[in-house]
Every structure is written in structure tokens, then in C-alpha cells.
């Protein structure tokens, strides 16, 4: 049998002597963006509402953006090396198993130590900011500050109704705004988006930047298959949310074509509790089998071939990607 991918790591977690360790040997791997100079992705919370099989299912908005990553240049998480680690089935249960234990070890009863290992992976707007499981002292709130800190020029946010005691509200945008390298986030100038910020807070702030997705699910931008199985944003919505790579989506006369439906915006408070980044889709997939894992996966292999295609317009040095 092969040896499974991160085996020196998932060793060293399994024997890891404190949570401070397990993060350490997380961030052996990247979460800096693979394509610095490119345009980048920010995503949250349940993007679009649609009719499948006779009921309305709302669609994550992780599955747009890795659907416009598919088709573009532009960075996001999930690609990174650290995104690839985390969301990885055996390193996530490993993790999981071994902060268990050491919240066990500590003297913490079984259950409040298999909600401080779920936090310690997702972190927890309810916990306090400098304690272990945390929104900024999780496997994911590190990823996502590390992603932050890499990214340079304009950011595009696919949100909608984006939750404000997640990543993106708590530590992604605030980041944002304070690295000088980024200019713009989904058409905001960041100096107006500081300026919102001062006189309305991070709440307006929050809503600004989310202005430009809901327009384009407003407008028919986003089409899913009728099984659900697969979600597309159109090349007239990629125009409008400013992607350089636009021409390279299909129309929404392609979509309709192949029997495609217009998504909606979905309804207010439907956002579920675990909602952040890859490894969150992951369990709450594992809670609703009836999403698709079949449709990420075709779009995270899609961003694998265009990153991994020798010669490609995001390769310039003609060099494979990992």
C-alpha cells in the first residue's frame, strides 16, 4: 500500500506534545499565494440559493470561488500548500485526535475537548482573541492571516451574506486593510475602506465589500446544474466583479444551454454555524451527505491542471506547481 501523502508530518502530529507544536508543523507548508502578482480570492458563508431536485439547497460560496479560480489566475486559499495540508482527510483527523488528547491531558472533560479540537482547527469567534481556539490562534485563522499577509493589488470577495463572526469579517479583512500591498477589495479603494471602517465600523465595511457578488447573483450571474453537482459564475458576472480572466468563463447563453439555473440570493439567515474555508466544507459535508464532494473536487482538479501546466499564462517560468 502507498505511504499516504504527509506521512512525516502526520507522524510528528500524532506525537506532537502540545497544541503550539501541531501549529508549528502546520505552518511548514505555505499558505502564501502561489501567484503573488495576481488577482485574488476572499470567500464566506452561502453565496447563492437554488431549486435542486425539487428543493432549495443554498451553495457555498467556497464552490464559486473555486470555480472562478478554475477558470482564471487568480489565488486563493485552498491552492496554497498550507490549504492542500489542512484540508487533507488524514491531517485533519489527525489533528483533530491529537489536540483531543492534549485537552484531555490537560484535564478538560471528553466533550468540552472535542469542541475545543473543533475549534482549535476552525477557531471560535466566543473565544478570546489571545486563548487557543480562537479565531486567530486556529489551524485556519493562521492560514488565512499568513494568506493575507502575501497578497498584493485588487482582491475580489465572493459573499453575500457573509457571517460577521467568521474569518473573512475578523481576520481576513481587517488584514487586508492594513497591508499596504493591497489596493482595492471588490472595486473599494483600501483608503475608502479605512475610512468606511473609522466611520461606520467593521459591520459596514463588511457589507460594502459583498456589494459587488450580490449584484451579480441579483443579476443571473451564477448558474447551477440542475443536480446541483456543478456551479458556474458567467463571463458577463466575471467582467463585472473586475476579473482580468473574464473571457475565459462561459456566457450565460452557454449555461442556459446546457440546462444550467440562475442561483439566487439565499435567505436571510441561512448561513450555518461552520461555514470557513476547505476544511469547514469538509464537515459539513460529512453532516449533509447530499452535497456533492464531486463538484470541489472537479474544480480544485481544474486549478491543479491550469497551475500545473507547464507554459500556461499563470506560469510564466514555465514550471510545474505543487
Sequence with gaps: MPEPAYAAD???????????????????????????????????????SV??????????SQRIALDIASHSSLNIIDETPRGRFLADANVADAIRVRARQLSI??????????????????GSFAVPEAQLGSLHRSAWGQASADYVHSLQGALTVVANQAPSERMLARVEIPLALGNAAITAISGHSTAELVRMNTLGG??????????????????????VAPDGRSVHLTREAAGRLGIADAGLFPTA????GAGMVKGSTPAA????????????????????????????????????ERVNRPGSATDPDNTPRP
Design 105 to 122: 491531558s490537560a484535564g478538560l472533560p471528553p466533550r468540552a475537548a472535542d469542541l475545543q479540537a473543533n475549534n482549535f482547527m476552525f
Design 253 to 256: 447563453g452557454d449555461l442556459q
Design 10 to 48: 502526520l507522524e510528528d502530529i500524532r506525537n506532537a506534545p502540545s497544541h503550539q507544536a501541531i501549529l508549528d508543523i502546520a505552518r511548514r507548508h505555505s499558505a502564501s499565494a502561489l501567484h503573488p502578482d495576481q488577482q485574488s480570492l476572499l470567500y464566506s458563508g452561502p453565496a447563492i
Design 51 to 60: 431549486l435542486v431536485d425539487g428543493g432549495r439547497r443554498d451553495i457555498a
Design 269 to 304: 439567515g441561512a448561513a450555518p454555524t461552520m461555514k470557513n474555508r476547505l476544511a469547514n466544507w469538509r464537515a459539513q459535508r460529512a453532516a449533509e451527505a447530499s452535497e456533492p464532494q464531486e463538484a470541489v473536487n472537479n474544480a480544485r482538479n481544474a486549478i491543479s
Design 202 to 223: 467593521p459591520g459596514y465595511v463588511l457589507d460594502r465589500v459583498q456589494e459587488r457578488f450580490r449584484q451579480v447573483v441579483n443579476d443571473g450571474g451564477v448558474y
